[in-house]
């Protein structure tokens, strides 16, 4: 029997319990036909191989773009001829999950959009035009559902797209957005996808609603939105107080208790931003406190618990810092301390958290303007990695046995190697527990380097071999800041090969150095770690 290390921490024996890495289960892209671009491959890879990705979502995979479901043969220059009935191709679509799969990821498939020979209202949302609508003929959209997981079954054996999750749709009631219908339709859709997929295979896995997000009102009670609900939300003096709650969940869980469906998983998505339209008809923007994600996951939990489906799993299949693809925040520290803090309050909460999304490759509101323009990526369009790439692999490096919880980090151990390794943040204490909110220049988004104070970090590891090293590695605004660094440089809109080479070295340009472990066997940490910092402890090869 392999005998494990006798650990003290802090001079006490401490006990283990299981560190879940919710934080590599999933992560999101936009959509599907990004992923046949040679620069978004290589992105995704380096991401894998960083922070140990298992899933990832994206939009679209039934969208014109993937041609997955034609009514015409594509006629070119000459006339468009319709096909006596529809044919399936699905040659993008096996082009992008059989890369995914040769990375060792396997696909989270969010059934969506409508193609636009099935639906009833076209070009509904974003600039690549994603139909949103409900089915003209909902025997097609089965038709399209059922062929297109048979084909994976017969690509990839039944095996594993029994490991493969099913999402129905994204966000239905965000309308006319991302669904043109009803509550009650959106539930049918559901219904007629789950019934379809559970024909092929009972073990498939199926959820939904996949809404978006947590609000204080009742802007969502029923069938469509309701504005007006909405107007005390954005008078609202102090919006912590208010009671947020989850969009559709209970309504979705009574609707399929009632009809007998399963649910295999329940999927919504948080964002600690949102915004409320008031009297005068203009969105008010709102960011929530630093624990909104934590109360908003518990309560979920809670409910999920407690409802006719207690074993369903529970997926945060879209979350970030906001909503917005031209966050500034998201390009700097401030969102990497965020949401590693959050990651690690909420690990044992949810099944995933799918963060949104892995790179600036990104086109729902076109190419973004300039290198670093607020996009959701860990890594730039070029490639850069910024302050949340290094977040996720410092969370990667983690071990799944935890030794040590404390409000600024986490001691782990491998469990099958039994090495050690930590990560420790400063979310400042001037914060007073607000959240970082979203800023929509650059300039706006570096006044949070004004926060402060610094932060000791000081443990002692004891139960180690004495002369192995830890390497200490730290992102904080001096060290791996390509956003400023490219601020600094007069923020030029279009890179020279030059500037795209520095800006990579001072990305990937952190804070090192090594401690040794003495002959007593007891490693001392004790650093000053910068506001905004995220520093991972690991031993050394």
């Known amino acids: 029997m392999k005998r494990e290390p006798r650990l003290r921490i802090d001079g006490e024996l401490r006990g283990e319990s299981v560190l879940p890495h919710v934080w590599s289960r999933c992560i999101g892209a936009g959509r599907a036909n990004e992923a046949l671009r040679a620069d978004w491959r290589q992105q995704f890879a380096e991401v894998v191989a960083a922070s140990g990705i298992q899933y990832i ?4 995979v039934f969208h014109d773009d993937m041609f997955v479901y034609r009514e015409s ?3 070119g220059f000459g006339p468009d001829a319709p096909l006596p009935s529809p044919v399936y191709t699905f040659s993008y679509v096996d082009k992008v999950f059989d890369f995914l799969l040769d990375c060792g990821v396997r696909p989270f498939v969010e059934l969506g959009f409508m193609p636009r020979e ?3 209202q076209t070009g509904t949302v974003f600039w690549w035009g994603a139909h949103c609508s409900p089915p003209k003929d909902m025997a097609r959209w089965v038709e399209l559902v059922t062929r297109s997981v048979e084909h994976w079954i017969d690509r990839y054996g039944l095996d594993e797209v029994r490991e493969w999750r099913f999402e129905v749709w994204n966000e239905p009631n965000l309308v006319p957005h991302f669904w043109t219908g009803t509550k009650s339709e959106y539930f049918e859709l559901y219904e007629q996808t789950v019934r379809a997929i559970k024909k092929i295979d009972p073990a498939l896995k199926v959820g939904g609603p996949a809404t978006s997000v947590f609000v204080p009102d009742d802007r969502y009670k029923g069938e469509t939105e ?3 609900a909405m107007l005390a939300t954005a008078a609202a003096t102090d919006v912590d107080a208010l009671d947020w709650r989850p969009v559709w969940i209970e309504d979705f869980i009574a609707w399929c208790a009632e009809r007998e469906l399963p649910i295999d998983f329940i999927s919504t998505h948080l964002y600690p931003t949102d915004f409320a339209y008031g009297a005068n008809g203009e969105a008010v923007h709102i960011t929530r406190y630093a624990d909104a994600t934590f109360d908003d996951l518990t309560l979920l939990h809670k409910l999920v618990r407690n409802s006719a489906y207690p074993e369903a799993e529970i997926h ?8 917005s693809a031209r966050d500034f925040i998201h390009d700097t520290p401030f969102a990497a301390t965020s949401i590693t803090r959050s990651y690690l309050q909420c690990a044992t909460l949810a099944d995933s958290i799918s963060y949104w999304t892995f790179t600036d490759v ?6 973004g303007i300039g290198p670093f323009h607020g996009g959701f990526g860990l890594v730039n369009e070029g490639g850069i990695h910024k302050p949340t790439f290094h977040a996720f692999t410092m969370l990667g490096r983690l071990g799944d046995r935890l030794l040590l919880a404390t409000p600024d980090g986490v001691v782990t151990r491998d469990s099958r190697t039994s090495a050690v390794s930590a990560v420790f943040y400063n979310y400042p204490e001037d914060m007073a527990m607000k959240g970082v909110g979203s800023a ?6 570096r006044a949070l380097a004004e926060v402060g104070p610094s932060r000791r970090i000081h443990h002692s590891i004891g139960g180690l071999e004495p002369g192995a090293t830890f390497l200490v590695e730290i992102v904080d605004w001096e060290h791996g800041n390509a956003a400023e660094a490219w601020h600094r440089l007069g923020s030029p809109l279009n890179l020279s090969r030059a500037e795209s080479e520095y800006l990579t070295g001072v990305a990937d340009s952190l804070l090192r150095f090594t401690l040794t472990v003495p002959d007593d066997g007891v490693l001392d940490l004790d650093v000053e770690l910068a506001p905004w910092a995220v520093m ?4 050394s090869a």
């Open 118 to 120: 099935l639906a009833t």
């Open 440 to 445: 929509n220049s650059y300039p706006a988004a």
């Open 73 to 75: 043969y594509g006629g």
């Open 226 to 228: 309701d504005r007006s």
């Open 57 to 60: 979502r994206f939009h679209g």
């Open 316 to 323: 945060i299949t879209e979350w970030s810092t906001s909503p």
């Open 536 to 539: 991972s402890l690991r031993q």
């Open 362 to 367: 990104f086109e729902e509101g076109g190419a």
